[in-house]
């Protein structure tokens, strides 16, 4: 059974600071999504990441694949506060469709 | 071009009841795949429609079940409902291929 596991699940920090969430899951999967959700609103997709080494940025977020580790990572580079919100990875189950398991999520606040 | 659309917003039911909630995908978009999202915690896929056809399933019982219609629409029954019942339900659509899934705005449940 495919587990996804990230951390921290929590994380308060300062505007204008670098921090990096992580994404760790359990079997061999070949895509993997990283999703945004505000208070109170659905999912906003922001990266896919589909191959080994595969990186992605838009604006001062960056999303990383390593396939190997079975790891993905979301850097945020000079955060602000409009970044506040709830980050979740999702990966790929296989199986013949494209059901997606996802992490607990990463709540994110940043504080001016 | 409308993105996915979920019917109703919101619903409060007691235990033991039955309900369906409705989901329209994204034009362009032919597989319909449900979520259930406790408050706190990641979406849990439910099951994937293609083809009007269940074509995945995630670990939920059989008191989950769902229809997809010729027109790609998508209703999501539960039956004989429980407290544990009470979560956010988000549908979401896809085309073939490995881009994102786009997930309606969802239907908050509530079983009193």
């Known amino acids: 059974e495919l587990k996804v596991e990230q951390n921290p699940l929590f994380l308060s920090m300062q505007e204008g600071k670098n921090y990096t969430i992580y994404c760790n899951y359990s079997?061999?999967?070949?895509?993997l999504y990283w999703y945004r959700q505000d208070p109170g609103k659905s999912l906003e997709s922001l990266f896919v990441?589909?191959?080994?080494?595969a990186v992605k940025q838009e604006g001062r977020l960056m999303a990383s694949l390593d396939t190997k580790a079975r790891l993905s990572t979301l850097h945020i580079t000079a955060a602000v506060h409009d970044l506040s919100a709830t980050y979740f990875c999702?990966?790929?189950?296989?199986?013949?469709?494209?059901?997606?398991?996802f992490g607990k999520g990463t709540h994110l606040i940043i504080q001016p | 071009d409308a993105g996915v659309t979920q019917s109703p917003t919101h619903l409060i039911k007691t235990r033991g009841q039955q309900v369906t909630l409705r989901c329209s995908p994204k034009?362009?978009?032919?597989?319909v795949s449900w979520y259930q999202q406790a408050l706190g915690q990641g979406p849990q896929f439910i099951f994937q429609?293609?083809?009007?056809?269940?074509?995945q399933r995630g670990n939920f019982p059989d008191r989950f079940s769902g229809h997809q219609f010729p027109n790609y629409s998508s209703e999501l029954n539960v039956n004989a409902l429980l407290l544990g019942d009470s979560a956010l339900y988000l549908c979401?659509?896809?085309?073939?291929?490995?881009?994102?899934?786009?997930f309606g705005d969802g239907t908050r449940l509530s079983i009193l």
């Open positions: 979401a659509s896809s085309s073939t291929g490995n881009q994102p899934q786009h």
């Open positions: 079997t061999t999967s070949d895509r």
């Open positions: 990441l589909l191959s080994n080494g």
């Open positions: 999702a990966v790929f189950s296989g199986g013949g469709a494209d059901g997606l398991t």
């Open positions: 034009s362009g978009h032919d597989t």
């Open positions: 429609y293609y083809e009007e056809e269940e074509r």
